[in-house]
Nanobody
Framework: QVQFVESGGGLVQPGESLRLSCLVS????????MAWYRQAPGKGREWVAT???????SYSASVKGRFTASREDAESTLYLQMNSLKVEDTAVYYC????????WGPGTQVTVSS
């Protein structure tokens, strides 16, 4: 069973940056198209970014140009570089397979506040 452990969240001010990590275990990471999702307080989970095994990426309109997804297959790790953070980016961030998602990990809290 594939498992996901997200890390790297924290409290930052608007305009600052964070880099999230997601360690994937129990599967063949290098063949997965992976995705980042987030869930803000009182809202449903929303898609943020996708990265394919060939490192093609796509982003939601709300983060395009500010967030960058990357992966290190040798480490079975997914990354999300988040720049120019806004208050509305505050959420719990999760990673999962883009196709046939597995059980969700604990997520990592990102809070953007002045």
């Amino acid at each position: 069973q594939v498992q996901f452990v997200e890390s790297g969240g924290g409290l930052v001010q608007p305009g600052e940056s964070l880099r999230l990590s997601c360690l994937v275990s129990g599967g063949i990471f290098r063949i997965y198209t992976m995705a980042w999702y987030r869930q803000a307080p009182g809202k449903g989970r929303e898609w943020v970014a996708t990265i394919t095994p060939s490192e093609d990426t796509s982003y939601s309109a709300s983060v395009k140009g500010r967030f960058t997804a990357s992966r290190e297959d040798a480490e079975s790790t997914l990354y999300l570089q988040m720049n120019s953070l806004k208050v509305e980016d505050t959420a719990v961030y999760y990673c999962n397979k883009a196709n046939k998602p597995g059980d969700w990990g604990p997520g990592t809290q990102v809070t953007v506040s002045s």
